[in-house]
């Protein structure tokens, strides 16, 4: 593999992750949640404390960044989101109050991050996450565990929505959240169970994204424009939609610096955020509703009839 | 008359809260005077008018206009790098001094303004015309950067409208880091110092003179917010559709309104860089520029120009009295290697959630804004009667 495929794929399934996890919480609760900057890179210092501490390969601490994620996505909803869901808070308000969510969790990691270079001599401001990784196929590992494993999850993710109860019940609660509150179903529980689903998701997308760049501790804080590039490519619309939208935005960042600086010169690489961010800034000028406001259905629905009127 | 009484008790509750509010400040600078002496107070003035201008610029956008301006520091960064690029250039110019892409260079600019310095040192009223210069051009390109921003973002709503201004703001920041012609890149680049002429006296000249471009800032859109204008802002923000129905011209509006706030943000951005002395792209963060000022203008009440100064005050005194004091109240955290200065971003999290949980109107709640004065209102009622 090419090494900017290789990393491309990581960066964007990382991306992807994180996407889909601010889409999720924006399809239940209506929050954009700002913290999945932080969230994010909470991820990647589970596994970097994992690493250097404790030895083993990175993989083996996914399902604790997992958990941690979800246990601060959980406090945000007790300490936060609940509050101001039950007020029935404007859209800016709940994003602002997980702006302030994360800038906690910010100083948090910062304060983190001196505490281990003090105590345990390490240097985690700067930090190379591929090192750690093992060679497969002559080419990092990462490159072909990572996407696995964001599949992995994404299906699981699906049987979980098609297929239990609660999955069904959670989609009642997103398709109409009255109707499902009318018939019986507990909506306070399906908030929580959504905030502690993307707190893992957006954690695990950190993690990722720290395989394939340099991890610093305001990570999330530089990326997260791209996150929500992704969520907001994606349509904001479907779960799907903002894997997808994730995995398109990384993947053209570093294809596109790739060729760009190919064509003309290494000086592109200065440059390489303004190429997702005009994706989303284009494919917003012409859907201002992101990639789900394209009418499909009409389309594919034209087509179609367009077929059996030329075989007629 | 009882709708008289209930009026009146409530203007005097808001009168109170201000009064409380300008007795916390007064006491909280007594302290700081008489712990660490004039020239910290000085420092917290020159803050607090740069932030006030650029936090007002952001209250006529979200409180006045309803658009969640998350990408207030693009405008701030227009200014601050106009200022940093141009009029140091242009001065350069006239003196016969290089003036091209080497003027950012690190090599050159460090003896290059200096020299420009010194000219300026000469005659005040030299200085003047380059700061009025400096306000100017920072001013020009900020309303440009609005302009330009405003085009793809103007027909977004809500939130894609928030994060769309987000990424702009943090695209500047980078092209401005990267592009070496402009203000040095990843180098800072000094600016010729308009109150050079004051010497070592510096300091008490830029708090008059900052305090007097933020108060006609204050009492333009005091009249700005009061005129037609501001109430088809208003009515926009209230409900777009009614006031769509009713005539008004939504995105011109909106458009106006985000260039107005950009110019005025921008001159905030060519203060800061002419009072720090310098410009580096990587310091305009979004955090500082833009996180903050929201802070400060949910503290003081969105929608009220008063109470966003007083917001700018109370959390700027909380913020240095972090640095001053940091070894000695937070000294059990440097025992275990941790800088207090990271609970700067603490207190600006605590703010956000604190308001918005425990008083989401602010300190000064904005008030309904009458057409005409209360006493006059009063008057023609009277008279009909």
């Known amino acids: ?312 | 008359m009882t709708n008289h009484d209930g009026a009146d008790r409530l203007k005097n509750i808001l009168m109170r809260r201000e009064l409380y509010a300008v007795l916390v400040i007064l006491a909280l600078l007594a302290f700081l005077f008489l712990r660490s002496g004039i020239p910290i107070i000085l420092t917290i003035l020159i803050q607090v008018t740069v932030f006030a201008i650029i936090t007002m610029s952001l209250n006529l956008e979200v409180g006045y206009t309803g658009i969640p301006q998350f990408g207030r520091v693009a405008a701030v960064i227009a200014g601050a790098f106009a200022v940093g690029a141009i009029p140091g250039r242009i001065m350069a110019m006239f003196m016969g001094l290089p003036y091209g892409a080497e003027y950012a260079s690190d090599t050159v600019n460090f003896r290059l303004v200096p020299q420009i310095n010194s000219l300026l040192g000469s005659s005040w009223l030299m200085s003047l015309g380059f700061l009025v210069m400096c306000i100017v051009v920072a001013g020009i390109s900020g309303a440009l950067i609005g302009w330009l921003i405003s085009r793809p973002a103007i027909r977004l709503k809500e939130a894609y409208l928030g994060i769309s201004l987000l990424a702009f703001g943090d695209f500047f920041m980078w092209v401005g880091h990267n592009w070496k012609l402009l203000v040095g890149g990843s180098t800072p680049v000094k600016v010729p110092d308009p109150f050079i002429v004051f010497g070592a006296g510096r300091f008490n000249v830029i708090v008059p003179v900052f305090f007097f471009i933020a108060l006609v800032i204050f009492v333009y859109l005091n009249k700005l917010t009061r005129s037609p204008f501001g109430r088809n802002l208003r009515m926009l923000r209230d409900n777009d559709l009614s006031a769509a129905a009713a005539g008004l011209n939504i995105v011109k509006i909106r458009t106006q309104s985000l260039v107005i706030g950009a110019c005025i943000a921008a001159i905030g951005g060519g203060l800061y860089v002419i009072y720090t002395g310098s410009v580096a792209a990587i310091g305009m963060t979004r955090l500082t520029f833009t996180f903050w000022p929201w802070a400060y203008m949910m503290l003081g009440g969105i929608g009220s120009n008063v109470g966003v100064f007083l917001g700018v005050f109370i959390l700027t005194i909380f913020r240095t009295m972090i640095i001053i004091f940091r070894s000695q109240w937070f000294g059990f955290l440097l025992a275990i290697g941790i800088d207090p200065l990271w609970l700067e971003f603490t207190l600006l999290g605590l703010v956000i959630i604190i308001v918005i949980l425990f008083m989401p109107h602010g300190l000064i709640p904005a008030r309904i804004e009458t057409m005409l004065p209360v006493n006059r209102v009063k008057k023609v009622l009277e008279q009909r009667q």
């Open chain 1, 1 to 312: 593999m090419a090494p900017w495929l290789s990393s491309g794929l990581i960066y964007a399934s990382g991306l992807a992750l994180t996407a889909g996890s601010i889409t999720l919480l924006y399809i239940v609760t209506r929050t954009f949640n700002f913290a999945v900057a932080s969230m994010a890179t909470i991820g990647f210092y589970v596994v970097y404390t994992g690493v250097t501490l404790y030895g083993g390969l990175p993989y083996r601490y996914y399902p604790l960044v997992f958990i941690i994620g979800a246990i601060t996505g959980l406090i945000c909803y007790y300490g936060l989101n609940r509050h101001l869901l039950n007020r029935k808070a404007a859209e800016i308000t709940l994003m602002m109050s997980t702006l302030g969510y994360d800038l906690v969790l910010l100083s948090l990691i910062q304060m983190y991050a001196d505490f281990l270079t003090y105590n345990y001599k390490l240097f985690p401001r700067r930090v190379t996450m591929s090192l750690f990784d093992f060679e497969l196929f002559g080419d990092r590992a990462a490159a072909f565990i990572l996407p696995l494993i964001a599949i992995g999850f994404l299906t699981i993710l699906h049987i979980f929505l098609t297929k239990t109860k609660f999955g069904v019940a959670m989609r009642a609660t997103i398709e109409n959240p009255v109707l499902a509150s009318a018939s019986g179903i507990n909506s306070d529980r399906v908030y929580l169970v959504s905030w502690i689903i993307s707190g893992g998701m957006a954690a695990l997308g950190g993690s990722f994204m720290a395989m394939a760049m340099t991890g610093t501790p305001v990570m999330g804080m530089y990326t997260i424009p791209l996150m929500f590039a992704g969520a907001i490519l994606g349509g904001l619309g479907s779960i799907y939609g903002g894997i997808l939208g994730g995995m398109v935005i990384g993947l053209t960042e570093y294809a596109g610096v790739y060729l760009l600086a190919q064509r003309f010169g290494p000086w592109v690489l200065g440059y390489r955020m303004g190429i997702p961010l005009f994706i989303m800034a284009a494919t917003l000028l012409v859907f201002p509703r992101g990639l789900s406001g394209i009418p499909l259905a009409k389309i594919i629905k034209s087509l179609v009839g367009q077929k059996r009127g030329d075989s007629a």
